[in-house]
């Protein structure tokens, strides 16, 4: 059975920290591309970031680049991200995913749909 569970979201001013987790068990993680995602309330779930499986290159979108560190370690089946400076504009669920198939956007790592095992989501609270 599949699981993804993600914790250490929580409420935190601007401009402070917080690391996600996301553990997962049901599938072999190591060889598995990772990645986190948000969705704020009346948006579309939006990609943040990627690692990949063979040498945890890792990737960012744009507005988080310099302030998440997204990480793995294979031995834990558990995959992180470190969040720092954190702005209100940041406040979203957050989901970790394991990415499983290409779509028609380049690069498809930044489309949901490319992810194929979800967790359940955490909860990230930025207050101004």
């Known amino acids: 059975q599949v699981q993804l569970v993600e914790s250490g979201g929580g409420l935190v001013q601007a401009g402070g920290s917080l690391r996600l987790s996301c553990a997962v068990s049901g599938f072999t993680f190591s060889s598995y591309a990772m990645g986190w995602l948000r969705q704020a309330p009346g948006k579309e779930r939006e990609f943040v970031a990627h690692i990949t499986w063979m040498d945890s290159t890792t990737y960012y979108e744009d507005s988080v680049k310099g302030r998440f560190t997204i990480s793995r370690d294979n031995a834990k089946n558990t995959l992180y991200l470190q969040m720092n400076s954190l702005k209100p504009e940041d406040t979203a669920v957050y989901y970790c995913?394991?990415?499983?198939?290409?779509?028609?956007?380049?690069?498809?790592?930044?489309?949901?749909?490319?992810?194929?095992?979800w967790g359940q989501g955490t909860q990230v609270t930025v207050s101004s």
């Open positions: 995913a394991a990415y499983g198939r290409e779509t028609d956007r380049i690069p498809s790592y930044i489309d949901p749909r490319a992810y194929v095992y």
